[in-house]
């Protein structure tokens, strides 16, 4: 029922784990869904002054396509400036993972909201 | 590499026991007479079907007029709950009652609310004690002047606790000998004393795939005289109560699945039991964090249903898939529906703990050899697990507090 791309990521997730003193985190999810993903995020500033996600991280208790969406949203976040993250779509995680059993395609694919929140969190920090 | 595959779903299925296979066979395309035929080829498969017949209602106990094949235990149970109301209904007007418990199999879960959001009857549902296991008392307090029908399994499907089904059967009788009492015994026809009489049951259900037979049969056991009407229309086969051409091959499966059991139950039981007591004692010590779900000695001998916090049982279930062992989770994400199971939920489990529930269940040719193994790949899929989960259960109520 999973893609081999969702297994690859599932059984071997990219960019697992913590930051410490991240610039932002963001957690969506709950207990009783039974899928809970955690985002943290280092930005930094690039040559051209633009605020790019330097390091990104996560920690994920879910399903299979849960850990998947969650090593996914990293590789595609990683590297991108904060507008081009916050681009990024439900839609896209699932795309790259050469899609996602139908059932799974809202509750376990949290992880391009994880990321915004992390985003979020980063600028409400950084406010002036 | 070969890779290992080490079966521990043994109450999602069986697999069909060779013996078992060999004597359906012919009635698959040799003998392949409608049994409600009167030319010989007819009459060659009624003869099997009601030898079959005869090898069931031993096992029960019963007549022969009291058992009625079905295509499972799912039938089994509409049968039971539907026939039993509609029968009522052919003589009274006064809305029935019915008792059932919370953590029943969905076939008579969803059987009793249907019914009740139909207005046909009004319905009771008792919740089993932390332990799993239904309180005879619960049951006695639930009865009023209407209650017609009682209807409780014999061993719960995903925990496997054994319910007081002759204790109950006892005081109902004694209460109101007018209510009807079912038991689904699916899940404990292998390992217990399925004898109607001992446990004073009305109607009693079963399915052959769980006992080393095939899939897409069972039977029912309806005492005779019991006011039970069909639920569905067509020819009169199974004494008026079950149409539809009988299945041949499957029921000959059954009846030979059946009677295996007769000769080697005691000796499965013990032998079932060690190793799963052994596979308990083991995950609890090796892994961290791990409890067992139901009582420890009011449970069937194949099963074990077992805790971890901090991992999901969907995400668990595919690891341990992708190292050749075979199990079965009561998480939400496992399941069509998304929801948690409601069996773990009736005993009091918080909602993340439901998710992380593992069911092992053992059949009559586990090894210890196997349960090694399949203990040593639990262990490394719980630690592999729990670090990608990390600490995100403790923030999310480290947060919702502040």
Do not use: W
């Not at chain 1, 390091?55 to 998947?68: N, P, R």
């Not at chain 2, 075979?326 to 703990?353: I, N, Q, R």
């Amino acid at each position: 029922m999973y893609s081999k791309k969702v297994l690859e990521h599932f059984t071997r997730p990219h960019n697992q784990g913590v930051i410490k003193n991240p610039s932002g985190v963001g957690m969506v999810g709950n207990p009783t869904c039974g899928d809970m993903m955690k985002i943290y995020i280092k930005v930094k500033k690039d040559s051209k002054k633009r605020e790019v996600i330097n390091d990104i991280k996560f920690e994920t208790l879910g399903c299979a396509s849960a850990i998947a969406t969650s090593s996914m949203i990293t590789d595609l976040a990683k590297n991108k400036t904060l507008e081009e993250a916050l681009k990024i779509t439900r839609n896209d995680v699932a795309e790259a993972l050469e899609g996602l059993p139908p059932i799974k395609m809202h509750c376990s694919n949290l992880a391009a909201d994880s990321l915004r929140e992390a985003i979020k969190d980063y600028r409400e920090k950084n406010k002036k | 590499m070969t890779k290992k595959t080490i079966y521990l779903d043994h109450a999602a299925t069986t697999p069909i026991d060779k013996k078992v296979l060999k004597e359906m066979i012919p009635y698959f395309s040799q003998n392949f007479g409608n049994a409600s035929s009167l030319h010989s080829f007819g009459q060659e498969a009624d003869q099997a079907v009601e030898k079959a017949r005869m090898q069931v209602a031993k096992y029960f106990n019963a007549n022969l007029n009291e058992i009625i094949f079905t295509s499972g235990a799912t039938e089994s149970n509409n049968l039971a709950i539907k026939g039993v109301v509609k029968a009522y209904y052919k003589k009274e007007k006064k809305k029935p009652h019915v008792i059932t418990t919370t953590f029943e199999h969905h076939c008579v879960l969803e059987t009793v609310k249907k019914m009740e959001k139909e207005n046909l009857i009004e319905a009771t549902f008792i919740n089993p004690k932390k332990d799993g296991v239904i309180s005879v008392a619960d049951i006695k307090n639930a009865i009023k002047s209407n209650t017609i029908f009682v209807s409780m399994m014999y061993v719960n499907n995903e925990i496997g606790t054994v319910q007081p089904i002759s204790e109950i059967g006892k005081m109902i009788k004694k209460n109101n000998a007018k209510i009807i009492f079912h038991t689904d015994a699916t899940q404990a026809v292998n390992y217990f004393d399925c004898n109607v009489e001992k446990l004073g049951v009305d109607l009693l259900s079963m399915s052959a795939h769980k006992i080393y037979g095939p899939k897409g049969v069972g039977a029912l056991y309806a005492k005779f005289g019991l006011n039970i009407a069909k639920i569905q229309d067509g020819g009169a086969q199974e004494f008026g109560l079950r149409a539809g051409t009988i299945n041949t091959p499957g029921i000959v499966g059954l009846g030979s699945a059946i009677s295996m059991i007769n000769d080697q139950r005691t000796k499965n039981n013990m032998q079932i039991q060690k190793l799963r007591d052994y596979l308990i004692a083991k995950i609890l010590k090796e892994i961290p964090d791990s409890r067992l779900n139901g009582s420890k000695i009011k449970r069937s001998p194949n099963n074990v249903n077992v805790n971890f916090s901090r991992v999901e049982g969907e995400s668990l279930l595919m690891m341990l898939s992708q190292e050749g062992v075979f199990a079965s989770t009561g998480s939400a994400c496992s399941s069509g529906s998304l929801s948690p199971s409601h069996v773990l939920l009736a005993l009091g489990l918080k909602p993340e703990e439901t998710h992380g529930s593992l069911r092992l269940t053992l059949g009559k040719n586990t090894t210890k050899k196997e349960i090694d193994y399949a203990v040593k790949v639990i262990k490394g899929s719980v630690e592999k697990l729990r670090k990608v989960s990390g600490n995100v259960l403790r923030d999310f109520y480290l947060n919702n507090k502040k």
